[in-house]
């Protein structure tokens, strides 16, 4: 974790995404989003916009939709109304190429879903290598790339399932990065950690964030929330009651249930 | 001795006790030397080696007889001083403990003797007897067995290689027709399917569904019933001669298709607990990279459902061996049909079906054992034998 590289990739996504964020056009636009499951309404209207470069966190309790919000985003869940743009195509309304998209669209999740069968490396290659059409040897020098940047080249062989939930969570990441997307969705990455790994997990986004790469996180971590993100949005029942930038958000909160939440999770931090 | 025992490495619960446990000594090996009793009173066969040496035989049943004695004192010894049998019966000191624990070696000695004498030989003579034979022994059970088993040998080897080939070409034609089956039967409504694609899905699925029903939910003997007489009568419709269809579909290929049929739906089933047992987390981690629902579960998915699958679809080898037997409906000549044939030919329903059942246990118990390996191999515990086609299924509805 010590050192992390600058490498040229990166450093020429952030020039694009800096690029993009002077053009204003957000890169992911949510218009009037509901979902719901059987009888129970889980997201009812939303509407938010994330511009390139930025970090996005979304708080709030569980069962507010968060992570629902999040799994639209990438179709994993389809959404019942509203619309999705992602850099200015309706992923919702047209029926567009799902595969395409999540292709730009990287996602880590709670339980990190790594391919049990399969190693590190293999499990860093195999969509560049289906997908992208990318040699086995190209792929693989830039999933060392990747694991190297999480700080975890020397498990490259190594069988996921003997890896401990941090190092899991890494090498998700690293995956995830290997596809070399947009914009990158967090659900909830260190909600399965034990607290003293959590740190490593987090390291590591901060590090993404600071090189450029566009994020929308679903988290718990509220000290990650405030020291990381551009833009805080609060979710309560299927709706935005609040959104700002974090010190705006976080040491000022104008809704009532933001102060009752932060409240809470402050008090025990 | 007991210095000697204890540096021994771990041993199972049996091992430990004759070796290790003191109370085995007396208490455990008079249950042998009973034994060894029991066999010097069976009268002698004819191949007896023992038969010459008469008093040999005599002194040896004393010596048993002698440790049964010993073996109640030491038990009244206990009954009395309980807690104290330690301090005050002679068999706890040293040196007699240790003359005890050599005598006992000695009664299983004798008790070998006499099992080699009585069972091996009279197994021997019995197989001697039937074979010199006539006509089938009519009073000895044994004798009437190995008369039927050596007279009808063919019958029974050619039973045996039909019902071997119906198991194992059965099972593994239907393991490949039942994953076409699987993967038509998991199929789901994607969202980047077109309309076509999301017909050809939901026609495949209903398919692979209505398919279990059916085969699962009828028996497989009135399957055969079906499956024979119906493609017989669709080759008759073709204008073929009863002797021409007669010539290329015979009651063994029905047999066969029967099996595989039937194995199939068994098996699908199995893949699909198996392949619906892998976390979801692993489609989803798959699908959020961009892999299609193919490239997803050729890869990630199937990979790691056939391992749970293993252990199912291995058992289906077992149940089709046993299961094989109601093809002899359709005059399949397996070892069923040979045992039929052969209750036929000596009116006795009883000697033939023990020697047809023990032919079937051996091969499952063979298949199992097999299996087990394989499965070992994959890093799957094998399932316990003994389960039929009528088994729980993982995730079944």
Partial sequence: MAELIDNAADTQAASVAEQEANSKEPMIRIEGLHKSFGDHEVLRGIDLSVMPGQVVTIIGSSGSGKSTLLRCLNLLETPDAGHVWFHGKDLVAERVGVNQLREKIGMVFQ??????????????????????????????????????????????????????????????????????????????????????????????????????????????????AREVSDEVVFMDKGIIAEQGSPEQLFSNPQHPRTREFLARYLKDE | MSTVFSSAPARGRFASFVLNDHRYVLLGTSAVAFIGMMLSSMSRPALSFLAPYYTVELVMYYVLVAWLVLSAIALAFKVMYRERYAAKAPFARAGVKQAVRYGSYIVWAITAVFILDRLVMGIASAWTAALAATARPQDDLLQGMFYI???????????????????????????????LLAFCRIQKIDRADNDF?????????????????????????????????????????????????????????????????????????????????????????????????????????????????????????????????????????????????????????????????????????????????????????????????????????
Avoid at chain 1, 134 to 156: I, W
Avoid at chain 2, 256 to 285: F, H, W
Avoid at chain 2, 292 to 314: D, E, N, Y
């Fill in chain 1, 111 to 224: 339980s990190f879903n790594l391919f049990n069968n399969m190693n590190v490396l293999d499990n860093c290659t195999l969509a560049p290598v289906t997908l992208k059409k990318m040699g086995k040897d190209e792929a693989e020098r830039v999933a060392m790339e990747h694991l190297e940047e999480v700080g975890l080249t020397e498990f490259a062989k190594a069988d996921v399932r003997r890896l401990s939930g941090g190092q899991k969570q890494r090498v998700a990441i690293a995956r995830a990065l290997c596809m070399r997307p947009d914009l990158m969705l967090f659900d909830e990455p260190t909600s399965a950690l034990d607290p003293e790994i959590v740190g490593e997990v987090l390291e590591v986004m901060h590090q993404l964030a600071r090189d450029g790469m566009t994020m929308v996180v679903v988290t718990h971590e509220m000290t990650f």
């Fill in chain 2, 149 to 179: 088993v050596w007279h009808d040998r063919y019958t029974f080897l050619a039973g045996l290689i039909t019902t071997i080939e119906l198991a194992v070409f059965g099972t593994i034609a239907a393991f490949f027709l039942a994953l």
């Fill in chain 2, 197 to 397: 694609m999301r017909a050809v899905k939901s026609v495949a699925c209903s398919f692979a569904k209505g398919y279990s029903t059916v085969i699962r939910g009828t028996p497989m003997m009135i399957q055969a019933m079906i499956i024979y007489p119906a493609i017989f009568g669709l080759l008759k419709g073709t204008g073929m001669s009863t002797t021409e269809v007669n010539a290329v579909w015979t009651p063994f290929w029905g047999g066969l298709l029967t099996i595989i049929l039937n194995s199939t739906a068994y098996m699908m089933e199995v893949l699909r607990g198996g392949i619906e047992a892998v976390d979801p987390g692993q489609m989803e981690g798959a699908r959020s990279l961009g892999l299609s629902q193919w490239q997803a579960m050729t890869r990630v998915v199937f990979p790691q459902g056939i391992k749970h699958a293993i252990p199912g679809l291995s058992n289906e080898l077992v149940v089709n061996i046993k299961d094989s037997s109601v093809l002899s409906v359709i005059g399949t000549f397996d070892l069923m049909f040979a045992n039929t044939t052969v209750t036929g030919i000596y009116y006795n329903q009883l000697q033939p079906s023990l020697i047809s059942a023990a032919i079937y246990l051996c091969l499952t118990m063979i298949a199992s054992w097999l299996l087990g390996k394989f499965a070992r191999h994959f890093d799957v515990q094998p399932e316990p034998l003994g389960s039929t086609s009528d088994q729980t299924l993982v995730g079944e509805e």
